[in-house]
């Protein structure tokens, strides 16, 4: 079964930095599109990032456009999320997403077109 697992949150300092790694099985992980969300408790999940296949498309929700930057490792079935200048606001909980859709163009922002989703983990930024 489709199985994603996140790695790499923990505590840091505002202004600095961590990678997340999302590590996917059990499906075609080259041909789909994957994402990154986040939620505070009590708050809708929020999309933060998203990319294509090949990555062609990359989308950012504003809020961290210029400080994170989405990748992916076909080979290694692996995406990560690169986080840079961590603000106090960025702490959530952050959840690896993939859109396992045949025939689907996007837009790849919104939580509904997401369709398999990791555990989530922890990232707090003290101020």
């Known amino acids: 079964q489709v199985q994603l697992v996140e790695s790499g949150g923990g505590v840091v300092q505002a202004g600095g930095s961590l990678r997340l790694s999302c590590a996917a099985s059990?499906?075609?992980?080259?041909?789909?599109?994957m994402g990154w969300f986040r939620q505070i408790p009590e708050r809708e999940r929020e999309f933060v990032a998203s990319?294509?296949?090949?990555?062609?498309?990359?989308n950012y929700a504003d809020s961290v456009k210029g400080r994170f930057t989405i990748s992916r490792d076909n080979a290694k079935n692996t995406v990560y999320l690169q986080m840079d200048n961590l603000k106090p606001e960025d702490t959530a909980v952050y959840y690896c997403?993939?859109?396992?859709?045949?025939?689907?163009?996007?837009?790849?922002?919104?939580?509904?077109?997401?369709?398999?989703w990791g555990q989530g983990t922890q990232v707090t930024v003290s101020s």
């Open positions: 059990g499906f075609l992980f080259s041909s789909y599109t």
């Open positions: 990319i294509t296949w090949n990555g062609d498309r990359i």
């Open positions: 997403a993939a859109v396992v859709t045949n025939y689907y163009s996007g837009p790849f922002r919104y939580r509904h077109e997401f369709n398999a």
